[in-house]
Nanobody, 125 residues
Framework: QVQLVESGGGLVQAGGSLRLSCAAS????????MGWYRQAPGKQRELVAV???????NYADSVKGRFTISPDWAKNTVYLQMNSLKPGDKAVYYC???????????????????WGQGTLATVSP
């Protein structure tokens, strides 16, 4: 079983910064990509940033130039550095892992998608 543990949310004033962390742990698994999504009150969950195992990144237009996603694959961890925060960035941020479970003598390869529990980032005006 694979679990994601997020940390780093909190309260910050507009213009400030926060750094979110997401660590994956569990039995044998591979990672294709890890990313961050967010959900503001009354809104749908949306992609914030994603990074693949080969280092390709994709960002929501609303955060380009302000947020940076980076990995430490040795620790199965990704970070989201959020700078120049705006009140509109207030949301619960969720980590996502897209990967797979290697085949074994008793089971075939299977895809894996895991979500973290979410961490709240609040930005005051």
């Amino acid at each position: 079983q694979v679990q994601l543990v997020e940390s780093g949310g909190g309260l910050v004033q507009a213009g400030g910064s926060l750094r979110l962390s997401c660590a994956a742990s569990g039995s044998m698994f591979s990672i294709n990509a890890m990313g961050w999504y967010r959900q503001a009150p009354g809104k749908q969950r949306e992609l914030v940033a994603v990074i693949t195992g080969t280092g390709s990144t994709n960002y929501a237009d609303s955060v380009k130039g302000r947020f940076t996603i980076s990995p430490d694959w040795a620790k199965n961890t990704v970070y989201l550095q959020m700078n120049s925060l705006k009140p509109g960035d207030k949301a619960v941020y969720y980590c996502n892992l897209d990967g797979g479970v290697p085949p074994s003598p008793s089971s075939a390869y299977r895809t894996l998608e895991v979500w973290g529990q979410g961490t709240l980032a609040t930005v005051s005006p």
